[in-house]
């Protein structure tokens, strides 16, 4: 009888265990989306690279920049937090230059960016690397033969509020707003935008696949709404990436790996065709 005991304790301990290294485990996975649209006749690939707040990925950060460059993206967005204000900045710098040599790419600040009191600084940076820095306003990208035009605003805690600048905007092609805070879709949702890019919720840092996707991100409080994923508001897109922070942190992720969102954009009764 206690030899039984023993083994079924054994057994429960052990399956804590896996339980516990499954729910800790912080490998890169990434995420995809396929969004249709009418206004496209090829597909476009889009890297949605959030919330890093200069994050380890190996030496040369070489995890994730192999991530992307395996998937052959048309265009990079990055909705901020890419640079922590506790953090050293190195790691956001080498994954941001690396970028920027090899694709077209977006940037907003953060509420992070805006923290570090260098937000000035990092977006003149950030420029100086070729990579587009939207605030407040657009810029039209060409792929394949067609217009992708991303709209971006700053975080609020660069204390502008830049969303009248956008919202009433007219963009050519496809259009996409970056924004990096989520709890404020329904104010993006006014404006004229195909697709809606959002972080800062990092996936509500502990989740329950199936059962709870997320249990509390900043500003939204306990179960978010919008702790990470895709959201269709009819004819809008909104995707909400849950980030690749790691180590800063202060609550480990629980069923929570960091992400790389890959959006395929396809023409409609396209989307057996993405890959």
């Known amino acids: 009888m206690k030899s039984r005991r023993k083994l079924l304790l ?3 301990m052990a399956a ?6 499954l729910a800790l485990d912080n490998r890169l996975v990434v995420r995809r989306y396929t969004v249709e649209s009418d206004k496209l006749t090829e597909r476009v690939r889009l890297a949605i690279v959030s919330d890093l707040h200069s994050c380890a990925y190996g030496e040369g950060q070489k995890e994730l920049l192999d991530a992307v460059a395996a998937e052959e993206p048309d265009l990079v967005l990055l909705p901020g937090d890419i640079v922590d204000d506790v953090l050293p900045e190195d790691n956001a710098w080498t994954v941001l230059e690396a970028l920027a040599e090899r694709w077209p790419c977006c940037y907003v600040t953060g509420n992070h960016e805006w923290w570090s ?7 003149q940076e950030i420029e100086a690397l070729g990579i587009h820095v939207l605030r407040g306003e657009s810029v039209s990208v060409a792929v394949k033969g067609q217009t992708i035009t991303v709209f971006g605003i700053d975080d609020p805690d660069s204390g502008e509020d830049q969303f009248s ?3 009433g905007a007219g963009g050519e092609g496809y259009t996409i707003l970056l924004a990096h805070r989520p709890e404020k ?8 935008f195909d697709l809606i890019v959002s972080g800062h919720a990092h996936g509500g840092q502990w ?3 199936g059962l709870i ?3 509390y991100a900043p500003n939204q409080g306990l179960f978010p709404q919008y702790a ?8 809008q897109v909104f995707l909400v990436s849950r980030g690749l922070a790691r180590e800063s942190t202060r609550v480990p992720r629980l069923f929570n790996p960091p992400e790389l969102v890959i959006a395929d954009l396809v023409p409609v009764g396209a989307s057996g065709a993405a890959n």
Do not use: H, K
């Open 117 to 123: 009191g260098e937000a000035e600084r990092i977006c």
């Open 228 to 235: 990470g994923g895709r959201y269709d508001f009819g004819a």
């Open 185 to 192: 879709i329904d104010d993006y949702l006014s404006g004229p």
């Open 207 to 209: 989740r329950l696949p």
């Open 213 to 215: 996707n997320g249990l």
């Open 10 to 12: 054994g057994c429960l």
């Open 16 to 21: 804590v265990v896996v339980l516990l290294l």
């Open 165 to 167: 600048q956008v919202s």
